[in-house]
């Protein structure tokens, strides 16, 4: 076990006990009274800090203007004297000319001198408001305002309109004059009216609402004045949601990042996932690919698993949800994240990799509001690769050739009159997005509603990529009674996806568009494919024969020999073979329906129970279409037959969910209690047909289609979840909070027999409020500061169900056992997986402690975690020794070990300057991942294949004491300039090693290079991540940018392997295009430490998976600019808009990079539908991010 | 009212899961087998030890390297040719011979564990025929294991995970168990005649009783040795077929006659590169001489295993045996036999004047790659069964025994005589000129001490510790409680 963490967990108590002690020490120093001290001038002491240690003493409230006593200091100390509470009170507020006023038991309002009332008698439609609002105000305790009584005489009505960010009347905003008593609030739609003394009628009203920003309007003399306020984003009064449940952000003490609606509006993207990119430390967004609906990953505060899954739990309105693409963005109200153990434990064998829950907008009551929102544009590739034009690559193949010892092509003989064809230019080509969400929410104050209808489109800047969504969700919210709330929902989505295959892939082949676009020969004419058939030379040039064809995948190939030879051989022709030659099509629909109710028995005590029912049914499919030519042989599998592979998948799945919560306070402890049972049950069935030998391309549809099939799955899925989940919060006075969670699950995933199915998932977190502490009052800047610490456990159940049984499989055609007189090759059994009968969850450990604070009036907003992740029992394979005749000589269990830990800060800034808005954030994370523990052999390390071909063995190494999936290749060492130093070197021994060739490093010394020199040469996972935001509003115009990145990482560029050479096969015209850094290629006269010689016979080792092939993977990406205007509502009403804003917005403008492939955002290698931990930071031409460039439009009616 | 309505909710609540273990259970996907559904019946028990016969199959090496290693055979190429190269620990061929031989062992002991498991609907004629059968295949993979590596691990149960760290068994209790279990094969597996044509390939009683009887020898057991011999010999089953090539290539079709008595099954035209199935062997052009084409074997001949001129030298003009090896420069059957070609420039060795065994070449029938190669045939066991009798004193019996073999290869009769070291030396004589290049010759010259004889008649090195395979080291990494044999 690590050092380290051993005394972490000690090190974590020792802090909050830390936490715990120092209130109550000051709790201590306080009631040691002195009853003999005589009353004695003191040093000057601010008057409100001796108001707050009465209170504090005394268990009372005392409730005052800050502006009444700001700035008041008192000198006489009563405090210690034998005096009675109130008399200390008065004697105190006397010395500065105060009074105050008790208005409830234990509750002392503090009031100007009784001189003022004279001349103010109350003057207001609601005369009970004052005492109304400050008695409201007293039992919160935590709020601090209070108003003057002034007398009026004349008064002015003013009426008006409050509505929201969005155009939304706001029910409820409570409107002030200022430094009066005299207020009103809006009605359902958000309207108000005031009387205003007519001396005031050049005051300043105030408009306040919990979570906006308060407005300030000068009456100015108007009568009308309408008001939009606008969400204060870094307030503590925020809700945020939790598990089963919401908290006041004040209150929370685990570590949750949240995203809200306004955050994500008019960003172009797919799914959720993709709105947290950039927004929340420590949540590190990926897009695996960058195809339209390409697979996203999320990583919360880095790796959960090496080989299970690393994708957060979605909860959505309550509903885990596993497919984040059914989800229109447009429909989300808030996200919250949940990082660390303590918030995520609720969720248990689930919450391991963190929780994101997703809140959807929900009907307002008042009139039916319409709201629509739309936008299109064009996106186009942000990157071309520097590649060699024709004439560059005539001249350079024939160099190659000839260097090589071959005859020159005659074809490129005269570079100057060869065709030059741009194939990058011809597999991307600009395409369109689009997207239109309309919006309708209204409804009574007893029944609301909300209906969402939405259509995305985004077409692919490759080849034939599209991605389609439709999208429709219905909110339905009922308060049957005050007592009894009904909530029902429906959502349902339409997905059509048709993907391309850009990327090379393991092994030898250049099967990924990308890479054949960029490898494919220049000097090939580019003609249109006619039905399939065009004929061509081996020079490229059009033959009028119609003797050689482009093939099957669009290889071009030569027919008129006797023997086929493939020419350029293996090359495919990138956009016949990515646009018309194979399709890879995703089509799913997918719907939810899900009620609620909650009563409310007693006061305080809620039953509350939730039934989510979700179905789906995906298709994935995989068509290559055949070619209309005679079948040639020795074509094997790439015959002119057209083949699908297609796997239709269905599922659904059925949670229910049923808590009890009771919240109590008494005097200043304050409880609630959540108890619940959640169960979860779901199936799925798969199928997945091959067929091929089709005549052609077409008769999918009638039984021929599966004269020749396999077809395997076909086999239900089932999976069940039952858990039984506790929380309790408690905190003293708001300032002292306490959490604890537990969940106990139950999954079907292990083995019934034994102790294996249960696992129990406790979690404790604590919180301070700083400022809540009458010490802190000498600190009037500090608006909040809070310190929190936790500690939990969590799960991940996230690994495929039935590993505790054998599976045992026949050998089918692969191994036989001829039998009998005839020697019938008979078919056995083995056993192909052995059961491990104590498989479990993995397990992971987190430790937190933060800060939230927020300075000058909430304007400057600070939040600090640290943590440290330990995540135990990890799957992994151990190797066993194979006298256990054990398959494959491995076993799947549990017992890997990894350590996450980093630092997070986010940082805000938040002002209105007049008519300008500013607000600005800065996001920062540090990740430090750790393997600690792999098997019980110290050597071992796990090994993933990432070899573009031929490349000596590239390979990701896992190894304790290391992050996850290293790089480890060779070192170079430079060039051979001599055929001296290749004597003398350590590679002496390797084929056709002459100069201009790569030279390695010998790191073991041994005087011999071999897979033994290999060592780390790098990894991918990012060691720093970052986010930066920036929203200016003023007047009616918008702007707000976005920027992410990411730093200390490395990628293996692995498109190198094929453009860092010429040579693609051994024939004559087997030259693929490359670099023009072969321009600068080592000749004897044109020496060079970096490009190798460009000829044919070039040592094989030059391509060996090296440091060459590693570049930095540092990023800074300007992720979105928006610029919006808002019409006036004057122009907007007059076509009968509550509001309408226009924007124009870029996304993926520019990318801050020294990596040279086509885009550093590169995530993981996606296998089985989600990204491989062993292979992340991999470049084999992935599919880039786009530019996008849109224009769009928010209405409202 | 209202606090009856709370509790009423809470208990409804809690109580509504208390069926909560039927709820996480489920039937695994029914498209695999597992062990909730493997197992239950006669068929699933019999394709189960079909798969366990197919590593018989997996394993690749049962004539080149046992070949290789008594040296009657020497590769083309850089495969190592002394036995200083082949006798370490890292030699994957060895590492490959013992991980064959215990995934039969394993899988074996998944059946008894299954079988003990097993419905009672399995009939009782069943479950003796598959205990046999099952028996048998972990007699035999363990009679390899003792044979070749001594003491090494005797694991008798199924998975789990303290196996990870055993130690060594020593050989004598191996041989123990060995005996046990070919005791109860020899009893309860059928003839060759009960099993019936479509299960002919199959281990038989006559296959325990044969290999019982050299389990035995290694025991130096000659009384039960004898016993198990002369109730092979019982049951009728086995005859020398009538000419040395009978015995061993013509007569393969239909290959299991009169000599075979177990044998590793392999398909005529059985080998399928494209599909990798691996039904076939390719021991014809292992054997055949570098560059010979299509006719001796389908995929020519690779010239992988060429014999020293000392065999045949060695041989009586007289022996019919002779006709099995063709020399270099000779032709056979109208082509011209040629000297291997010599890869790579590193390995220098001369391969001229060498042999070429035709025993596993079909003739032209395009087929070659389908012989099967015979792990006991009767010729063996006669030769075996002469050792026991001389062991037990009956000389007159032993020499004929060993007679019989001869007077198939058309050589005269030996003289009886009580002289013990003439009987082993005609032995190991007549050894090599009858099974040169079959699996077991090497274990021969193991078990009675002859090794150093062989090694001293080819002049190469010899030491004690080639008796023994070392421990395949990755073994040892593995599990450092294992141990190793003396000298590795």
New interface residues.
């Given amino acids: 076990m690590n050092e380290k963490f051993t005394h972490l967990p000690r090190a974590i108590l020792l802090t909050m006990a830390f936490y715990m002690i120092i209130p109550l020490v000051f709790a201590q120093t306080l009631s040691m009274d002195s009853p003999a001290i005589e009353r004695k001038k003191l040093q000057k002491q601010s008057l409100r800090g001796v108001l707050l240690l009465l209170k504090e003493r005394y268990q009372v409230d005392i409730v005052f203007d800050d502006k009444l006593v700001n700035g008041r200091s008192i000198e006489t100390d009563v405090l210690n004297s034998d005096l009675s509470f109130e008399e200390k009170l008065s004697s105190i507020l006397n010395e500065v000319g105060l009074r105050y006023k008790k208005t409830r038991k234990d509750v002392y309002l503090v009031m100007a001198p009784k001189a003022d009332k004279k001349t103010a008698s109350g003057y207001s439609d609601k005369p009970d408001l004052t005492q109304d609002s400050l008695e409201a105000t007293a039992n919160q305790a935590a709020e601090k305002e209070t108003f003057k009584g002034i007398e009026m005489q004349v008064a002015v009505n003013i009426r008006g309109r409050v509505s929201d960010e969005n155009g939304n009347g706001m029910p409820g905003v409570s409107i002030v004059l200022k430094g009066t008593t005299i207020g009103t609030s809006t009605d359902s739609n958000g309207d108000y009216a005031i009387s205003v003394p007519d001396e005031q009628k050049n005051g300043i009203l105030l408009f306040s609402f919990i979570g906006y920003t308060t407005a300030e309007t000068p009456i100015n003399g108007q009568s009308t004045i309408n008001v939009q306020l606008m969400p204060d984003i870094k307030t503590l009064s925020e809700v945020v949601v939790i598990g089963y449940g919401t908290q006041k952000q004040r209150e929370v003490t685990g570590a949750v990042g949240s995203v809200t609606t306004k955050d994500i509006a008019g960003v172009a993207v797919t799914g959720l996932d993709q709105t947290l990119q950039g927004r929340i430390a420590g949540v590190q967004v990926t897009q695996n690919s960058g195809e339209p609906g390409g697979n996203v990953s999320v990583r919360i505060r880095g790796l959960g698993s090496i080989n299970g899954s690393n994708e957060p739990l979605y909860i959505v309105d309550g509903v885990p949800y596993g497919s984040l693409n059914a989800i229109n963005p447009n429909d989300i109200e808030r996200i919250d994240v949940l990082k660390d153990a303590a918030s995520a434990a609720i969720y248990g064998s689930r919450g391991s990799n963190g929780v994101v829950i997703v809140t959807t907008k929900r009907g307002v009551a008042g009139k039916v509001q319409v709201t629509l929102d739309a936008y299109a544009g064009i996106q186009s590739a942000s990157r071309k690769l520097d590649l060699l034009n024709g004439p560059q690559f005539a001249r350079l193949a024939n160099e190659n050739l000839v260097n090589g010892g071959k005859d020159p092509n005659p074809a490129w003989s005269n570079p100057s009159t060869v065709p030059n064809t741009d194939w990058q230019d011809q597999i991307f080509r600009p395409a369109p997005i689009q997207s239109y969400n309309v919006n309708i929410s209204g409804g009574s104050e007893k029944s609301r509603s909300l209906v969402s209808v939405g259509y995305f489109d985004q077409g692919g800047i490759v080849a034939q990529s599209y991605y389609k969504r439709y999208t429709a969700r219905i909110n339905n919210d009922f308060d049957i009674s005050p007592r009894f709330k009904v909530g029902l929902t429906l959502n349902g989505a339409f997905e059509d996806k048709r993907g391309t295959r850009t990327d090379g892939g393991n092994g030898s082949s250049t099967q990924g568009g990308l890479i054949t676009a960029a490898v494919s020969q220049p000097t090939i004419p580019l003609v249109a494919p006619q039905e399939g058939l065009f004929s061509l030379n081996p020079d490229g040039s059009i033959d009028p024969t119609g003797n050689n064809y482009y093939g099957y995948d669009g290889t071009v190939f030569v027919t008129n020999v006797a023997t086929p030879v493939w020419y350029p051989q293996g090359l495919s022709h990138p956009t016949y073979a990515y646009e018309k030659l194979r399709e890879e099509n995703f089509k799913s629909q997918e719907f939810l329906a899900a009620a609620f109710g909650e009563y409310e028995?007693?006061k305080g005590?809620k039953?509350r129970s939730a039934i989510n029912l979700t179905f789906y049914n995906r298709n994935s499919e995989s068509f290559w279409k055949g070619m209309p030519v005679p079948i040639l042989e020795g074509r094997?599998l790439y015959g002119s037959n057209a083949q699908l592979w297609t796997g239709p998948n269905q599922g659904n799945q059925w949670n229910w969910i049923?808590t009890?919560s009771y919240g109590k306070s008494v005097g200043k402890h304050n409880l609630t209690a959540l108890a619940?049972?959640d169960?979860l049950?779901g199936t799925s069935q798969g199928i997945s047909i091959n067929t091929q030998k089709n005549p052609n391309d077409q008769p999918f549809v009638d039984g021929a289609l599966f004269s020749d099939r396999t077809v395997?799955?076909?086999?239900?899925?089932?999976?069940?979840l039952?858990s039984y989940l506790g929380r309790v919060t408690y905190d003293y006075a708001g300032k002292y909070l306490l959490t604890a969670n537990i969940r106990r699950d139950?999954?079907?995933n292990f083995n019934?027999d034994g102790d294996y199915?249960y696992g129990v998932f406790p979690s404790v977190s604590v919180g301070w409020l700083m400022s809540e502490e009458y010490f802190m009052a000498s600190m009037p800047f500090v608006s909040q500061l809070k310190m929190r610490a936790s500690y939990g456990e969590v799960g991940n159940q996230g690994i495929p169900?039935?590993q505790y049984?054998?599976?045992?499989?026949?050998?089918g055609?692969?191994?036989?056992?001829?039998?009998?007189?005839n020697?019938d090759?008979?078919?056995?059994?083995?056993?192909d997986r052995?059961?491990t009968a104590d498989i479990r969850w993995e397990t992971s450990t987190q430790a937190n402690i933060g800060i939230d604070a927020a300075f000058l009036d909430n304007s400057i907003s600070l939040t600090a975690d640290y943590y440290v992740k330990k995540i135990d029992d990890m799957l992994g394979e151990f190797?066993?020794?194979?006298?256990?005749?054990?398959q494959n000589?491995r076993?799947i269990?549990n017992g890997f070990s990894m350590e996450n830990s980093g630092i997070e800060i986010a940082l805000g800034y938040n002002r209105q300057f007049g008519d300008l808005g500013f607000s600005t954030g800065v996001n920062f994370a540090t990740l430090n991942n750790k393997v600690t523990k792999l098997t019980n052999?110290e050597t071992g390390y796990v090994s993933s294949n990432i070899s573009a071909g031929d490349d000596g063995g590239a390979e990701t190494r896992t190894k304790v004491g290391e992050p996850v999936a290293n790089f480890y290749g060779y070192v170079t060492d430079g060039i051979f300039q001599t055929q001296e130093e290749v004597d003398a070197s350590a590679m002496s021994g390797l084929a056709d090693v002459k100069p201009g060739d790569r030279r390695y490093k010998d790191l073991n010394g041994d005087g011999v290079i071999n897979d033994r020199d290999r060592t780390i040469i790098g990894n991918g996972l990012p060691k720093y991540t970052f986010g930066f935001n920036m929203n200016v509003n003023f007047k009616g115009f918008d702007l707000s940018v976005l920027l992410n990145g990411q730093a200390g990482l490395e990628i293996a560029n692995q498109t190198k392997y094929w453009l860092s050479h010429m040579k693609y096969s051994n024939t004559a015209g087997g030259i693929n295009n490359g670099f023009t850094d072969l321009l600068e290629s080592w000749t004897p006269e044109n020496r060079s430490n970096t490009f190798t010689r460009n000829t044919h016979d070039a040592a094989r080792s030059n391509r060996w998976f090296s440091d060459f092939n590693i570049e930095n993977g540092t990023f800074l990406r300007v992720r979105n600019v928006q610029l919006g205007y808002t019409l006036p509502e004057a122009i907007s009403r007059m076509v009968r808009m509550n509001r309408a804003r226009i924007y124009v917005a870029a996304q993926n403008l520019f990318t801050f990079t020294e990596y040279s492939g086509y885009d550093p955002e590169m995530g993981s290698r996606v296998s089985n539908g989600r990204g491989n931990a062993l292979q992340t930071g991999v470049d084999f031409g992935r599919y880039p991010v786009s530019r996008m460039f849109t224009g769009g439009i928010n209405f409202q009616f | 009212m209202k606090k009856a309505l709370v509790y009423t909710a809470i208990l409804t609540l809690l109580t509504v899961w208390s069926c909560k273990d039927k709820f996480l259970e489920f039937n695994p996907p029914p498209n695999q087998f597992t062990d909730v559904t493997f197992f239950k019946t006669a068929e699933q028990f019999n394709s189960f030890i079909i798969g366990t016969y197919t590593e018989l199959l997996r394993f690749t090496d049962w004539t080149q390297m046992m070949g290789y290693i008594s040296q009657e055979a020497r590769p083309k190429s850089t495969i190592p040719m002394d036995l200083t190269a082949y006798m370490v620990p890292t030699q994957d061929r060895i590492s490959n011979y013992w991980q064959s031989m215990y995934v039969i062992g394993s899988r074996a002991n998944i059946l008894l564990a299954k079988l003990e498991e097993a419905p009672a609907t399995l009939s009782e004629a069943d479950r003796a025929r598959i205990e046999g059968e099952t028996k048998f295949l972990r007699g035999f993979a363990y009679f390899n294991i003792a044979r070749a590596f001594g003491n090494a691990p005797l694991l008798l149960e199924t998975y789990s995970i303290s196996q990870t760290t055993v130690e060594c068994t020593p050989e004598d209790q191996i041989w123990d168990q060995v005996i046990a279990d070919l005791t109860v094969a020899s009893q309860n597996l059928p003839t060759r005649a009960e099993w019936g044509d479509a299960n002919y390939g199959r281990a038989t009683k006559g296959a325990a009783m044969a290999f019982l009887a050299n389990a035995y020898m290694y025991k130096k057991n000659w009384e039960a040795a004898a016993k198990a011999s002369e109730d092979l010999i019982a049951l009728n089953n086995y005859k020398l077929a009538t000419t040395p090539r009978a015995g061993f290539t013509e007569a393969l079709t239909p290959e299991n006659t009169g000599e075979s008595i177990f044998e590793v099954q392999y398909r005529e035209g059985g080998f399928e590169w494209s599909n990798q199935v691996q039904t076939g062997s390719l021991i014809g052009a292992f054997t055949a001489p570098d560059g010979i084409s299509g006719d001796y074997a389908p995929f020519g001949g690779w010239g992988e295993m060429v014999l020293g001129q000392d065999l045949r030298n060695s041989m009586d003009p007289l022996d019919e045996r002779r006709s099995l090896i063709v020399r270099e420069g000779e032709t056979y059957k109208g082509e011209r036999m040629t000297e291997p070609v010599i890869l790579g420039t590193t390995f220098k060795l001369t391969q001229k004047n060498v042999d070429f065994s035709t025993k596993y070449w079909l003739g032209k029938s395009g087929d070659v790659d389908g012989s099967n190669v015979p792990l006991m045939r009767y010729a063996e066991f006669l030769l075996n069964y002469a050792e026991i009798l001389f062991e037990q004193g009956k000389t007159t019996e032993a020499y004929a025994q060993l007679n019989a073999v001869r007077s198939r290869a058309k050589l005269p009769d030996l003289a009886v005589s009580s002289d013990r070291e003439m009987f082993m030396r005609a032995l190991m004589n007549e050894r090599r000129w009858e099974l040169n290049t079959e699996p077991n010759m090497w274990f021969y010259y193991t078990r009675t001490g002859r090794l150093k004889d062989l090694k001293d008649a080819q002049g190469q090195p010899y030491d004690p510790k080639y008796n023994k395979f070392p421990i395949p080291q990755s073994e040892r990494d593995q599990n450092p409680n294992l141990c190793q044999n003396e000298g590795y």
């Fill in positions: 028995l007693i005590l039953v094997g049923n009890v619940g049972i169960a049950k395997s799955g076909g086999a239900p899925g089932e999976f069940a039952l139950g999954s079907s019934p199915q169900a039935f049984l054998s599976i045992y499989a026949n050998e055609n692969r191994r036989r056992y001829p039998l009998g007189l020697q090759p008979v078919v056995g059994f083995y056993q052995i059961g190797p066993l020794p194979a006298y256990l005749g054990v000589n076993i269990r052999n």
